[in-house]
């Protein structure tokens, strides 16, 4: 008989790269968060409930996850439409829109964040145009939505993009031939098939969301109880050399967003299980 031949891989076997992948992720990933558990140690339970429930740090919590959740369905609904444009439409200046939906990505925070404030605020470019109708972005809880919507576009349309493209058009005209509507088409054709990727850049957009810093400290105003985020507390207690309160908030912070993105990828998880139980 024969000897099956094997075949020839570029990259090491199986146990070398499970052995570097694990050694990075350990260095890079586990070995830190670990490290902020095993400070909060250091405080008794009572001292760790007292320090991550004071009402300055729940309304902080408040603020971040509300607004990182509102901030992320925005870019759903648009980032879909986007990818969706430059998906399915030829124009001029689409390579241009394009390239500019990649800005967020290289554009550092810090710059992300003055002009923002710059263009929202009340004698800026738009905020001008909102100040006469009562409607203050800059310095609100507002500006925090607009930061975190500009901040995590990118990640809802580069993940539905590939899809959308691989989605062949006469699937939605042999919909529109046996009678759908546009609604159905969308409905029952095209979203089943984006649904996954939609979520999977929803929580990409919501993670980047809640541990974002530089662009929105600009334009948040930074008012305790009104517009500070959690990171800024985390910051805060660092600089006063509190870094067991500031590991504190940030293990309540890490935990609930494992909690929240878990939640958001048991969805996913539910809804191709239903999809493909439905096939």
């Given at each position: 008989m ?22 990075y ?12 558990f ?7 339970f009572a001292e760790?409930?007292?320090t991550?429930t004071t ?8 603020l ?6 509102f ?23 689409k ?8 800005l ?9 964040g ?16 909102l100040?006469p ?9 507002l ?12 990640f ?14 006469e699937?939605e005209?042999?919909a ?11 409905r ?7 649904w ?12 980047r ?33 509190d870094?067991?309160g500031a ?33």
């Amino acid at each position: 008989m024969a000897k099956k031949h094997k075949p020839h891989n570029v990259l090491p076997g199986f146990n070398l790269s499970l052995g570097y992948t694990l050694l990075y992720l350990s260095l890079i990933v586990l070995i830190p968060l670990s490290a902020a558990f095993l400070k909060t140690t250091e405080l008794s339970f009572a001292e760790f409930w007292h320090t991550v429930t004071t009402p300055r740090v729940i309304a902080s919590y408040k603020l971040t996850f509300g607004a990182s959740l509102f901030a992320a369905i925005i870019n759903a609904i648009f980032g879909l439409l986007t990818a969706w444009v430059l998906t399915r439409y030829t124009f001029p200046g689409k390579k241009l829109v394009d390239a500019l939906v990649d800005l967020p990505f290289a554009l550092p925070t810090a710059v992300a964040g003055i002009a923002l404030t710059a263009v929202y605020s009340a004698n800026g470019w738009i905020g001008s145009l909102l100040e006469p109708y009562g409607l203050k972005v800059a310095f609100t809880p507002l500006g925090v939505v607009v930061a975190l919507t500009f901040i995590g576009l990118p990640f809802v349309v580069r993940t539905v993009q590939p899809v959308l493209e691989d989605l062949e058009a006469e699937t939605e005209e042999a919909a529109a031939s046996l009678g759908a509507n546009r609604w159905q088409t969308f409905r029952r054709v095209i979203l089943p098939a984006l649904w996954p990727a939609l979520l999977t850049g929803f929580a990409l957009a919501f993670a980047r969301a809640v541990g974002e810093y530089g662009s929105v400290i600009f334009i948040a105003g930074n008012m305790p109880m009104v517009s500070e985020i959690t990171p800024l507390i985390i910051i805060t207690k660092l600089e006063q050399y509190d870094y067991t309160g500031a590991t504190a908030v940030a293990v309540v912070m890490l935990i609930l967003s494992f909690l929240l993105l878990f939640a958001i990828n048991g969805l996913q998880w539910w809804s191709s299980h239903r999809h493909s139980a439905s096939r």
